[in-house]
């Protein structure tokens, strides 16, 4: 679980990076390689909320649950599976 919580803490300093990096670049030489893994990363959970979207929808809360599944991909959908 320890783990898990610390991917999900490298996954959102990610994004905050990929964010920062929208508004103020970080340099030409790590402008549109970030950008290329961050719409990646993005497309992929894009993917991930459509295919696990029948099982978010069971959920108490699922547009909370796609939005984190948008946020952190499959290791949301883990910590589902271990709580």
């Not at 320890?2 to 803490?9: R, V, Y």
């Not at 920062?20 to 970080?26: A, S």
């Not at 699922?62 to 959908?77: A, E, K, T």
Request: aromatic share 14%; proline share 5%.
């Amino acid at each position: 679980m320890a783990l898990l919580n610390f991917a999900k803490g490298a996954l959102t300093a990610f994004w905050l990076l990929a964010i920062l990096n929208l508004f103020y670049p970080l340099g030409e030489a790590w402008y549109w390689p970030v950008n290329l893994i961050a719409g990646a990363t993005l497309l992929a959970h894009v993917g991930e909320v459509a295919l696990f979207n029948k099982r978010l929808s069971q959920r108490p809360q699922p547009w909370l649950d796609r939005v984190q599944v948008l946020l952190f991909g499959i290791l949301h959908m883990r910590g589902l599976r271990q709580a």
